[in-house]
């Protein structure tokens, strides 16, 4: 029983590491977009946590991450590299505007958290909720 467990947690590990493994190149252009997501969903997290527990001063510094992987891509686009979605690539140019609105967005929440309005913090919050639901049907399923 102890071998099967360790065989499964090291499978696991390996599993895992799959990319580093093999020498994925993590500053790839297709995976700043990955790497954007990630820090999205740290943020939102942190964002519904602000707005359940009324500590709207938590959520501006959630979103740094997710600005500094908006300004990775940006900078990679104005190297000439090609930025490729995980999927749907065909899509890319809505994708672009989806992810311009949702961006701008932010920066209302950003600002309502930052001036303690905690209605329209609400209210954004639930807006982007939205709008990560709508581009996930359209990008992911």
């Known amino acids: 029983m102890a071998k099967k467990i360790i065989f499964f947690a090291?499978?696991?590990?390996?599993?895992s590491l799959n990319s580093i493994a093999f020498g994925a190149d993590k500053d790839a252009p297709q995976d700043l977009v990955i790497k954007e997501m990630i820090a999205l969903d740290k943020a939102f997290k942190v964002t519904i946590d602000a707005v359940v527990l009324n500590q709207p001063d938590k959520i501006p510094p959630a979103f740094e991450?997710?600005?500094k992987m908006r300004e990775d891509i940006k900078?990679?686009?104005?190297?000439?590299?090609?930025?490729t979605l995980p999927k749907k690539q065909?899509?890319?140019?809505?994708?672009?505007?989806?992810?311009n609105r949702f961006h701008k967005e932010v920066e209302i929440l950003i600002e309502s958290a930052t001036k303690k309005h905690m209605g329209r913090v609400q209210k954004q919050a639930n807006r982007l909720l939205g709008l990560c639901v709508r581009c996930h049907a359209m990008f992911r399923n």
């Open 75 to 83: 900078k990679a686009v104005k190297e000439g590299k090609k930025i």
């Open 90 to 99: 065909e899509r890319f140019k809505t994708f672009i505007g989806l992810d």
């Open 65 to 67: 991450e997710v600005h």
């Open 10 to 15: 090291v499978l696991t590990l390996a599993i």
